[in-house]
């Protein structure tokens, strides 16, 4: 495979704004990589969609967006997205293709009373994918599900200057601890990425005794791994955020994206 470009971004994609927080520490560690940062308004919320019909509108619109922008890589910062299409993805692109899933393993390792809970999307926490994760993770622990697409609506109000309201917060903690086992639950996976948005109002609802994770960190590491030995460009760029077209959401003001690098924004 040629050594891509200096100048080819890796393309960050999700439904909305979520994937910001896997953004933040890929740039921590990548501060000159090029980034495009793709965000499907049409779509959103992803969490609410059919298999069949994320399946189809994913690998079709991401087609779209690396003919556009030419990048080395796609990092999909999406958990539905890929619990759904990543297999679909892959198929159909020839670049190499970072997902993300679920941190149950990592969850199953940290836990102390064998509790886990995984609070995702109602798309993501019921799919297969997750099924297996835990037999092949969390063998003897109880795993513990809910979603709640309350949580996706709020984490993109707070970073439009909005505010949450506190009892859709204490619904989702309260979705996994009034599940039989629930109030043992220690460890809690943030299984959408736009939950570490809101990672202060959940660590509040849930107590200090639960420790919250995602997989942000793993996939900024994996994306450095998969681009280690290539050219960047001599000096870092500022981003640009791309947003499908929506009648009902405008993209957000640019002083939302700029803390993440990105000073451009564009519709498709």
């Known amino acids: 495979m040629h050594s891509p470009s200096p100048d080819a971004p890796i393309l960050f994609f999700d439904s909305g704004l979520g994937g910001l927080s896997v953004l933040a520490p ?20 992803y969490g609410e969609k059919s298999e069949a019909e994320l399946a189809a509108r994913v690998p079709a619109l991401l087609g779209r967006l690396v003919e556009r922008y030419q990048p080395r890589l796609v990092v999909v910062a999406c958990n539905t997205a890929s619990t759904i299409a990543l297999t679909h993805i892959r198929a159909a692109l020839d670049l190499p ?4 899933v679920p941190a149950i393993k990592p969850a199953a390792e940290l836990t102390k009373s064998g509790v886990i809970g995984v609070l995702g999307t109602e798309a993501t ?21 809910h979603g709640s697409p309350g949580l996706v609506t709020g984490a993109e109000a707070k ?19 009034d599940q039989p086992g629930g109030e043992a639950m220690d460890v809690i ?3 959408c990425t736009h939950f570490p948005l809101l990672l202060d109002e959940l660590q509040a609802a849930a107590g200090p005794h639960v420790r919250l994770i995602d997989g942000a960190e793993g996939i900024a590491r994996r994306t450095a791994a ?5 050219a960047w460009p001599a000096t870092a760029t500022p981003g640009i955020a791309v947003f499908t077209r929506s009648d009902d959401r405008p993209p957000p003001p640019l002083a939302t994206l700029a803390p993440y690098g990105i000073d451009r924004i564009e519709l498709i």
């Open 26 to 45: 890929t740039r921590a560690l990548l501060p000159a990589a090029p980034i495009v940062y793709a965000a499907d308004y049409a779509g959103l919320p």
């Open 97 to 100: 293709i970072v997902g993300t």
């Open 125 to 145: 926490v019921r799919q297969p994918y997750v099924d297996d994760l835990s037999a092949k993770f969390a063998v003897g622990k109880t795993v513990l599900r």
């Open 159 to 177: 970073l439009n200057g909005g505010m949450i309201d506190p009892a859709v917060v204490a619904r989702a903690i309260a979705g996994l601890r």
């Open 189 to 191: 996976v943030l299984a």
């Open 226 to 230: 998969l681009t280690e030995g290539q």
